[in-house]
């Protein structure tokens, strides 16, 4: 067991571009979140899978992202046209079934920085 | 939204002091969550409380969980240099249909524990 594995953990564009990050959780979980986190602030909710279904998104989460998770696996978030809004540490956490009250395991997130 | 309140937002002290964090909600969560973390990592779960008026133990650090399961404390005693770090609640909301599920945290207490 690696632990929630994100990649990469930096990533630097200019605007305008599109980013994609992903994140492979621990292979037994079948829930996986994605969160942002920016300086000051504790983590904000964005999306939630169960396996493959996307069960539940934030309104924060505006028409330029879009996340996946084919085949229950590993996820994806992609963010188009970029703002300088969006600078933030992306965070993605797994959990395993119900057990979802012992706690999330987080990876170490990808810095996104928009120039 | 931060529907958390966590109190203090920083907190300075000596090494050998003890020290409480709060976090406060006006809401009732299924269960409340702390996390430590590191500047550049995700958050690492510490403990999971989940009955009202519950109290856990982790060596040096007491978690407490109200009765009414709308508010908790974290109590460390005698701090250590490797005691710093952001902390942070998180309440778990659980949605009655669909078994969606959200974890949303307070914006943490920064801890510097000096040598």
């Known amino acids: 067991d690696t632990g929630v594995s994100q990649n990469p953990r930096h990533k630097i564009t200019k605007r305008g571009q599109n980013v994609t990050f992903r994140c492979d959780p621990i292979s037994e979980h079948n829930r996986l979140y994605w969160y942002r986190q920016t300086l000051g602030q504790g983590p904000e909710f964005l999306t939630y899978?169960?396996?493959?279904?996307?069960?539940?998104k934030s309104r924060l989460l505006s028409d330029r992202f879009s996340a996946e998770r084919p085949k229950g696996s590993f996820s994806t978030l992609e963010i188009q046209r970029t703002e300088q809004g969006d600078s933030a540490m992306y965070l993605c956490?797994?959990?395993?079934?119900?057990?979802?009250?012992?706690?999330?395991?987080f990876g170490s997130g990808t810095r996104l920085t928009v120039v | 939204t931060q529907l958390l309140e966590q109190s203090p937002q920083f907190l300075s002290i000596q090494e050998g002091e003890n020290l409480t964090v709060y976090c406060n909600s006006s809401s009732v969560f299924s269960s409340l969550q702390w996390y430590r973390q590191e500047p550049g990592e995700g958050p690492v779960l510490l403990v999971t409380v989940v009955t009202g008026g519950e109290v856990k133990k982790l060596k040096r650090l007491t978690f407490q969980f109200g009765d009414a399961r709308k508010d908790s404390s974290l109590h460390i005693t005698a701090a250590q240099p490797g005691d710093t770090g952001l902390y942070l609640c998180a309440g778990l909301r659980t949605l009655l249909q669909g078994g969606s599920e959200k974890l949303v945290f307070g914006k943490g207490t920064k801890l510097t524990v000096n040598p």
């Open positions: 899978f169960q396996n493959e279904a996307q069960l539940e």
């Open positions: 956490a797994s959990s395993l079934g119900r057990q979802g009250d012992r706690g999330y395991t």
